[in-house]
Nanobody
Framework: QVQLVESGGGLVQAGGSLRLSCAAS????????MGWFRQAPGKEREFVAA?????LYADSVKGRFTISRDNAKNAVYLQMNSLKPEDTAVYYCAGDFKASLSRRVLDYDYWGQGTQVTVSS
């Protein structure tokens, strides 16, 4: 059974940094397409970043966030720098084994439970 578990969320001041982690189990994710999404209260879940052999970012986080992976640990990370209050949301890790990168929520088969990120002004 595939499981994704996020960690690393918390409360941070604007301009600060956080690093989110997503630990995968149940299957080797070294060739998986992995993504990070976020959902703020009252809003739809939105794409943040994705990677397989290349990376893809939402315009709103480009240059501030970096997605990376450690295949030996079956993990993917999201380094978030220069955080803004509008980055406040629950952040979700997602994955599947399709080939091309995608920004679409419906394209991902596996999801974590989410981790809260709150950025204070």
């Amino acid at each position: 059974q595939v499981q994704l578990v996020e960690s690393g969320g918390g409360l941070v001041q604007a301009g600060g940094s956080l690093r989110l982690s997503c630990a995968a189990s149940g299957r080797t994710f070294s060739s998986a397409r992995m993504g990070w999404f976020r959902q703020a209260p009252g809003k739809e879940r939105e794409f943040v970043a994705a990677m397989r052999y290349s990376t893809l970012y939402a315009d709103s986080v480009k240059g501030r966030f970096t997605i990376s992976r450690d295949n030996a640990k079956n993990a993917v990370y999201l380094q978030m720098n220069s955080l803004k209050p509008e980055d406040t949301a629950v952040y979700y890790c997602a994955g599947d084994f399709k080939a091309s990168l995608s920004r679409r929520v419906l394209d991902y088969d596996y999801w974590g439970q989410g981790t809260q990120v709150t950025v204070s002004s």
